[in-house]
Every structure is written in structure tokens, then in C-alpha cells.
């Protein structure tokens, strides 16, 4: 099992979006600070906290936030039992049995990050529940880890001059998320993380995917129009389009109005997002999801970039 992580920027898409803020988050971080990336799904915060870790140069270790996930497994936990037995016969006539079963003790991602400097990001950490997450204001504040008594270790571990942690979440609305702890905003630099501007849309597409400039034209005027007038806001069009021009890239669909293909493909993808984006869409709003989507498609050439 590999929990430490060399990063790799191989993939990132640098543009003038994505560079002013790795650029601050970046300068936060040099200083010791920790960020936190906020931002709607798919706005690229966790590929910026890669590519953060990546430039921090050290080791990287992510966490997942979950609702199940328990203060003390934050820190670390009791893991499976080591057992150590001598046997002495010494003597042949004497039979000494040393028999010493005990619990090991197994440090968490985050205590290892900050007992050895690497970089931690704490992914969507909003949906660990907020006493969870208390274990991390010690380490950010005071820059120790309290260990609970039965780890058989010091109480009290100094967190390494290196350890740096990156948050990313989803704003509040979104379900399955609780509210943020004002002690741990606190503590950490917030950087909103907006809708990708259409330029960075188009670098990911055609270098991420490969895709011809103009297939990202129209993909992108296809996604993004659609949201306009379904009023979706809470998901960015990014994984919309990069699902869609990688299916149009692999089987050589034409992104063209007349393309049968084309338009299923954009149906698939687009008109089930509207259910599970949480966003609220009106059942008897005429016209139909459906419909909206036909008219745009019909009318590719001459639908406006947005
Ligand atoms: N700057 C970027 N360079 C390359 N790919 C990106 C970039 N930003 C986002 N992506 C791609 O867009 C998708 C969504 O990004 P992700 O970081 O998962 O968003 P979030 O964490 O905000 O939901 C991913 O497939 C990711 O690879
Ligand atoms: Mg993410």
C-alpha cells in the first residue's frame, strides 16, 4: 500500500485563471500558512492542490473527508496486535515462557505528514463531520499533535517546520457537506476558486484530451449554454465537456449539429448531470431540459460563446 505521493504536474494546464491563484496560494504557503481551495465541483481545486503539493517539492499524502470518519482515526488508531514470545530452556530442567501480546499503535495520514514534513491535502474535508476535524487546530495553531495515552508514543508530537496542509470543499449548499468550523477557517487562507474562464476550458480540452480547437469551440458553447438556460450553478462545465470531447475524440464523432452521435452523446452526459447537481429545476419550466438542449444543438453555428 502507498500512502506517500510524489506529485506530478505533467498534466496541469497553466493560464492566466489557474496562475494568479497558484500564484497567491502558492506565497501563503511559503509562509507556512495553510489554504484552502473553495469552489463549486469541477473547478479544478483538487488538480490546484496537486500541482501546489507538486511545487512544494516535498511528498504528498491526501484525505478524503468523510462523514464516518472519527476524530481519533484523524490521529491514528490501535491497528492488529504484535506479539513477542521467548521461550527460555535454558536450563534444561527450568521452562521460562515469556509471552507479551500488545497493540500497535499506527499513525494516521495526518500525523505523518506532520511528524515528517511531507505536504497533506485534506480533500473535500467539509464532509467529515466539524468535532472530527478538531484534531487539526492544534497541529495548525500550536503545531503539535496530542496522541492519545494508549499510542505507547510521547504525548505530544512537534509538527516538522515542512508540513503544509491544503484544504479543498465544496461551498455549503451542497449535500452531504456540513458547515465549516470558524475555528479552522480561522486558521487557514480561503481562496475562492470560480467557474474556469473559457480560455483554461478550451487549453484543458485540447491538451488534456486532444481535441481540435474548433471540437472545443463547439463542445464548450454546447455545456456551457446548456447551464446558462437549465440555471445550473453548482457544477462547473469543466467534467461536462472533458467527458464529453474525450467520447467525441475516441470514436471519432463530429461535433456538428447534424451528427446523430453528437447530439445523443451531448443528452447522456448533460440531461442526467441535471438530477444530481442539486440544482433545482423547475418540473413544468417550458421549455423542456430536453428541449432547450435540441434548439442549442439545432442552432450550433450560431449560439453565442459564453
Ligand atoms: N488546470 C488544470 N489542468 C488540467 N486539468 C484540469 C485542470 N483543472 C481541472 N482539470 C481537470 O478537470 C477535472 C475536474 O477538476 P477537479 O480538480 O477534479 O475539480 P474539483 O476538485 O474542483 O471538483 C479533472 O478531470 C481535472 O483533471
Ligand atoms: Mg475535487
Same mark, same amino acid.
Given at each position: 500500500m502507498s500512502t506517500v505521493l510524489q506529485a506530478s504536474s505533467r498534466q496541469f494546464v497553466s493560464t492566466s485563471f489557474t496562475t494568479q491563484i497558484v500564484t497567491r496560494a502558492y506565497r501563503y504557503l511559503q509562509s507556512g500558512y495553510a489554504i484552502h481551495l473553495r469552489g463549486?465541483?469541477? =473547478?479544478g481545486k483538487t488538480t490546484i492542490a496537486m500541482h501546489l503539493a507538486g511545487l512544494l517539492g516535498r511528498p504528498m499524502v491526501l484525505l478524503y473527508g468523510d462523514e464516518d470518519l472519527q476524530s481519533s482515526q484523524l490521529i491514528g488508531s490501535q491497528s492488529g496486535y504484535s506479539r513477542k514470545k521467548v521461550v527460555d $530452556? &535454558? !536450563?534444561?530442567s527450568v521452562l521460562k515462557i515469556e509471552d507479551d501480546l500488545r497493540q500497535s499503535w499506527v499513525d494516521s495520514r495526518l500525523t505523518m505528514a506532520a511528524k515528517e514534513g511531507f505536504t497533506l491535502i485534506y480533500d473535500e474535508? $467539509? #464532509?467529515? #463531520?466539524p468535532e472530527t476535524n478538531n484534531a487539526l487546530l492544534g497541529v495548525l495553531e500550536e503545531k503539535l499533535i496530542a496522541l492519545p %495515552?494508549? @499510542? $505507547?508514543?510521547?504525548d505530544y508530537v512537534r509538527v516538522h517546520p515542512n508540513f503544509r496542509a491544503i484544504f479543498t470543499s465544496n461551498p455549503q449548499? &451542497?449535500?452531504a457537506v456540513h458547515p465549516t468550523q470558524d475555528a479552522l477557517m480561522d486558521r487557514v487562507i480561503t481562496i475562492e476558486v470560480g467557474e474556469a474562464d473559457v480560455e483554461t476550458e478550451h487549453l484543458i480540452l485540447t491538451s488534456r !484530451?486532444? !481535441?481540435s480547437p474548433v471540437q472545443a469551440d463547439a463542445i464548450i458553447k454546447v455545456v456551457r449554454n446548456f447551464r446558462k438556460f437549465t440555471h445550473q450553478?453548482? *457544477? *462547473?462545465s469543466l467534467r461536462a465537456c472533458l467527458m464529453i470531447a474525450k467520447i467525441c475524440f475516441e470514436h471519432n464523432i %463530429? =461535433?456538428? *449539429? $447534424? @451528427?446523430e452521435d453528437f447530439r445523443e452523446l451531448c443528452g447522456d452526459v448533460l440531461l442526467s448531470r441535471l438530477d444530481h447537481t442539486g440544482d433545482q429545476q423547475?418540473? =413544468? =419550466?417550458? %421549455? *423542456?431540459p430536453a428541449e432547450l438542449l435540441t434548439r442549442i444543438l439545432d442552432r450550433l453555428d450560431l449560439v453565442p460563446q459564453i
Open positions: 463549486a465541483a469541477g =473547478t $530452556n &535454558y !536450563i534444561h474535508f $467539509n #464532509r467529515s #463531520r %495515552p494508549d @499510542s $505507547n508514543q510521547s449548499e &451542497y449535500a !484530451i486532444g !481535441i450553478y453548482k *457544477s *462547473s %463530429p =461535433t456538428i *449539429s $447534424n @451528427s423547475e418540473v =413544468t =419550466t417550458e %421549455p *423542456s
